[in-house]
């Protein structure tokens, strides 16, 4: 951008809509101009959360002094236009759009699961057409069904919407227009994939051409209660409704205009722990196991609320508080803000999708969290970004946006992030000791051993050469790392001397918010209660079929309220959508002294000095307004912590050789939560390369056992054609209680023992 | 007006016709008369023929006035909403209802409940369907509204029940397949009018 553009883009201007000024900002368009004044211009395809399509002509206006109509969601207002949205030609040939887009459309309101909240019924409508005047011959067009969504193209308005999603935010690029005037349609050119991030595809279909398999026919919009919630399945808290009828969860919709879905919470919902009963022997249990429990182990899918009574039951118990990675995330934050002086990272998931240049290193991300690839996506469609993606695997999935992959070895996390700084930093101010510990890198060593060429990252700092909004996003392959406090520091360096956004996506559930509220120890030791975790004493809403003498149910996330954080710094709400009748985490506390009426209580007392607000659960706003803004829940407050500048020498690299396992859920998993639901629910299998397998000695198809962490993994291999190298990805996911004890560094060499063949 | 003249009836011309009643008995002897005349006139007899003959029509000539119900019952006006019917299509003999749900969204008294599903002929399929009739008000809304003349008001008018609320499911109400010949449209509320066929207006076919 010139310069001379950079200074006009903040140029105030004054636009005249309809008779009357109104003053913006230069860059807008004028639909936006006229939205933020709350005036009404009608658009069929116009998307917010995408660049606009202007494909359906309903937007048109009259701008004083240029000839004909022109469309407003697309043109930007210039200083001094006067405007007219409404009048009668205009409004004439909207009225022969909305006539043509009912050529032939099916009359079939009565049973499309689109009816009562349906654009095209809505403008019909409006604009009066009464009949179907026009009309060509009809040809045969079958429904597809693309696995999670189905498509019918005689529904089908060709706004389209569904493939901008699919290109600009979600980034699985599945669909596609084929052209053909009457018969145009969207194919699916990806429909092997099943990508279950076509849910956020069909959210934003204006009609019902597109929509969810599973819901489809299965009930009408209009009998459906909204639930306002937050998805809690990773860090990111996205916003949803949970959409039930007769306490059923029918489908899960989202502010689809502003926002967006992975494939994980939209289907993903089906997890509740039903038909559950107050049991007073098994509660009795409870309290007694936690009385004397010296340990409590979680799993971080909980509430800011119950991590805060699990806190309070410690301080009163003197129980150890266990919740692996959420201690990991905390101590690699902790190291960090002894750098920044400032508890948490500054980055914003937001400014990713603004960015030029974006650097992602030691997650699989597009596994890892979903909403944080889409921003990837946005800022490489959007801003040509440059993305460079450093880790030991290739991620196929990533291929179309990534502009350059670094491969590393696994466990030199440390030398790399060393590098890269030292790249970063280059011609940077810095203070004296991080000079001396930037000079004193033995690159030549480092860069051989990481397997990082120097090459590499003088092509990367080349191309970043010049360009402004640049984004760090840091993954919780480093959060584990025996030397993540190390790595932390240096990393921190980034945000503290450039002006890159820095982002430390939180490892899982509510990480972030049980490392800030509780107080969390490393090991445990002696008798130990669980909270959906493998335990001498088991609380959990799982509904396992471990329900022995030594469970007491809980419920789970979609049948309790609460805040949860996410990985935007935001304290987010959640509510009940599912009804639950047995005990929950706050009667436990109520019956060991700690007492509060309902969880929600503690929502003001969550720890100010770690940034929590006090404000009373009811009164956490949850919506969004005209322009897209969102108000949801309160921001974390910005906390100042002490600086402790000193960093340690980087130690030794020894690199993992041989096959290692990488801990890596497929895409729509992230907790034993996700995989209880019928519509996720999959098999888990070892992925590996073909070379993997000839490096272990395995064939597609044989049975395995290795353990890790404690936990006995049993499971197929399967081989992979699309990975590369000797790693494979082991999922988690499947190992129900288990699930969180499996917290260590996320590669792991282990023995990989045969216990059966795909011979036969 | 005045308050005299708003009093005076007598406005106009009177036309009354004054009837011959002939006249009152005047003395002792001619009520004496007179009651002896009336008692022993035909009259009674003339009453009790009537009674002989209808008796006789109805014993030996089939002509019986009253019904035995509850073993038979009276026509009812075809327009009468009672239990609901649920018609089938008469070519096809498949179920009217396309499962729309605007019976059970129109339904003032919350008694109409039903439950869709995907078929395996792509269509909308009611897999649940259900009118409580204790709650059930009998306005016809559902019959109104329905855009297939699926759910309409048949005669079944007999409501008593043990339970308070007894519910009808969507196979009760249904015209049994066998007898869908027998199955009559309902002209209350909500069925086409009888100048339908003028009034329609006919979409461009282009074939
Ligand atoms: S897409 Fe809209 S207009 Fe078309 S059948 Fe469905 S509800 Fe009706
Ligand atoms: S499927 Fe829906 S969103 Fe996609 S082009 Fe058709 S109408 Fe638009
Ligand atoms: S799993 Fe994460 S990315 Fe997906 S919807 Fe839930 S919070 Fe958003
Ligand atoms: S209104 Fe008619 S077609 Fe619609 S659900 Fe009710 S009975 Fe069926
Ligand atoms: S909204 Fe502008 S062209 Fe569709």
């Not at chain 1, 722990?273 to 936690?290: H, L, P």
């Not at chain 1, 806190?311 to 118990?317: G, V």
């Not at chain 2, 309409?152 to 008593?160: D, K, L, P, Q, T």
């Amino acid at each position: 951008m010139s310069l001379h553009n950079s200074i006009k883009m903040k140029q105030e201007i004054s636009v005249t809509i309809d008779g009357k000024v109104y003053q913006s900002t230069f860059g807008k368009t004028i639909l936006e101009i006229a939205r933020e004044n709350n005036i009404y211009i009608p658009t069929m395809c116009y998307l917010t959360k995408v660049k606009p399509i202007a494909s359906c002509r309903m937007c048109i206006v009259n701008v004083e002094g240029v000839e004909g109509a022109i469309l407003s969601c697309q043109e930007k207002a210039t200083d001094g236009a006067v405007i007219t949205t409404q009048n009668h030609t205009l409004n004439k040939e909207r009225q022969n759009i909305m006539k043509l887009y009912n050529v032939n459309h099916p009359l079939e309101c009565g049973v499309c699961d689109k009816s009562g909240e349906c654009d095209l019924q809505n403008k019909t409508m409006e604009f009066n057409v009464a009949t179907q005047p026009f009309t060509v011959r009809e040809q045969s067009r079958p429904v597809k069904k693309w696995g999670y969504v189905s498509y019918d193209p005689a529904l089908c308005i060709m706004c389209e919407k569904c493939v901008r999603v699919s290109t600009e935010i979600t980034g699985d690029e599945a669909l596609s227009i084929k052209v053909g005037g009457y018969a145009s349609e969207i194919i699916n050119l990806k429909q092997s994939n099943n990508y279950s991030s076509l849910g956020a595809a069909a959210a934003v279909c204006p009609v019902g051409a597109l929509v969810d398999t599973k819901f489809k026919y299965t009930s009408n919009a209009w009998e459906l209660e909204k639930i306002p919630s937050s998805c809690p399945h990773c860090g990111s808290g996205c916003q949803m409704y949970y959409e039930v009828k007769h306490d059923i969860i029918y489908r899960v919709t989202n502010n689809a205009e502003f926002t967006t879905l992975c494939g994980a919470g939209r289907y993903g919902f089906d997890y509740a722990n039903k038909n559950v009963s107050k049991n007073q022997k098994a509660f009795t249990q409870a309290v007694e196991a936690i009385k004397n429990a010296q340990s409590i182990l979680f799993a971080p899918q909980i509430t800011n609320e119950e991590a805060l009574i699990l806190q309070k039951i410690k301080e009163k118990t003197g129980a150890k508080l266990i919740c692996g990675e959420a201690k990991a995330y905390q101590n690699f934050m902790q190291a960090y803000s002894e750098i920044t002086g400032k508890q948490l990272y500054s980055g914003s998931i937001e400014n990713i999708s603004k960015s030029k240049v974006i650097i992602i290193l030691g997650t699989r991300i597009n596994n890892d969290a979903p909403i944080v690839k889409y921003h990837i996506n946005m800022a490489s469609k959007w801003h040509s970004a440059r993305v460079a993606y450093m880790h030991p695997l290739e991620d196929i999935e990533m291929k179309n946006i990534v502009t350059q992959f670094i491969k590393y070895e696994p466990q030199s996390e440390e030398g790399v992030v060393a590098l890269l700084v030292s790249m970063l930093l280059h011609e940077v101010e810095i203070p004296n000791y991080v000079k001396t510990f930037l000079d004193d890198l033995d690159i030549g060593y480092l860069s051989a051993e990481t397997n990082v060429g120097e090459e590499e990252l003088e092509t990367l700092r080349k191309s970043m050469m010049k360009k402004e909004s640049k984004s760090l996003i840091i993954g919780s392959d480093l959060y584990a790392h025996p030397r993540a406090k190390e790595i932390a520091k240096i990393l921190a360096l980034v945000e503290k001397y450039t002006d890159f956004n820095v982002v430390c996506i939180p490892p899982a559930g509510n990480a972030m918010g049980v490392s800030l509220i509780c107080d969390l120890d490393d090991e445990a030791s002696g008798n130990s209660v669980g909270y959906n975790v493998e335990a001498d004493f088991v609380l959990s809403a799982l509904n396992d079929s471990k329900k022995d003498n030594h469970y007491l149910d809980m419920p789970a996330l979609n049948q309790q309220e609460g805040t949860l954080t996410t990985n935007d710094r935001r304290v987010v709400p959640i509510n009940v959508s599912q009804p639950y009748g047995g005990y929950v985490l706050n009667d436990i506390a109520n019956a060991l002294g700690i007492e509060a009426r309902y969880t929600i209580e503690y929502t003001k007392s969550l720890p100010k000095e770690r940034g929590f607000q006090s404000i009373e659960f009811d009164a956490l706003p949850d919506y969004f307004d005209r322009l897209g803004e969102a108000y949801r829940g309160y921001h974390l407050k910005e906390c100042n912590v002490s600086i402790y500048e000193k960093l340690e020498e980087v130690a030794t690299l020894d690199g993992f050789d041989g096959a290692v396992l990488y801990h890596c859920n497929p895409v729509e998993q992230f907790s034993a939560f996700t995989n209880v639901g019928e519509a996720l629910h999959q098999e888990a299998f070892l992925l590996g390369s073909p070379q993997f397998a000839v490096a272990t000695k395995l064939n597609d198809g044989d049975s395995i056992s290795y353990t890790i962490d404690n936990v006995k993994f049993k499971r197929m291999f399967k081989i992979d054609t699309s990975l590369k190298g000797t790693i494979a990805l082991n999922p988690t996911y499947d190992m129900g209680l288990s699930t969180p004890l499996v917290s260590s560094y996320r590669f792991s060499r282990v023995e990989i023992q045969k216990t059966g063949s795909n011979d036969e | 007006m005045s308050l005299e003249q708003f009093k005076n009836r007598n406005v106009g011309t009177q036309r009354y016709t004054m009837l011959d009643l002939g006249k009152d008995p005047q003395t002792p002897w001619c009520k004496v008369r007179q009651v002896i005349r009336r008692t022993f006139k035909g009259d009674l007899l003339v009453g009790l023929w009537v009674t002989m003959r209808e008796m006789f029509n109805a014993l030996f000539r089939g002509n019986m006035a009253t019904l035995k119900y509850p073993y038979e019952k009276l026509p009812i006006s075809p327009r009468y909403r009672a239990i609901h019917d649920m018609l089938r299509l008469l070519e096809s003999g498949h179920y009217r209802c396309i499962g729309c749900g605007l019976c059970e969204k129109i339904c003032i008294s919350n008694c109409i409940t039903m439950d869709t599903r995907y078929d395996e002929n792509q269509r909308k399929e009611v897999s649940e369907y259900t009118i409580n009739f204790g709650r059930c008000i009998f306005c016809g809304y559902c019959a109104e509204v329905c855009p297939e003349l699926a759910i309409v008001h048949g005669a079944r008018y007999e409501n008593a029940s043990e339970q308070r609320a007894s519910f009808s499911l969507f196979e009760d109400m249904l015209t049994p397949i066998d007898k869908l010949n027998l199955q009559k449209e309902y002209p209350g509320f909500g069925a086409v009018s009888p100048d339908a066929d003028e009034n329609i207006k006919q979409t461009p076919l282009a074939y």
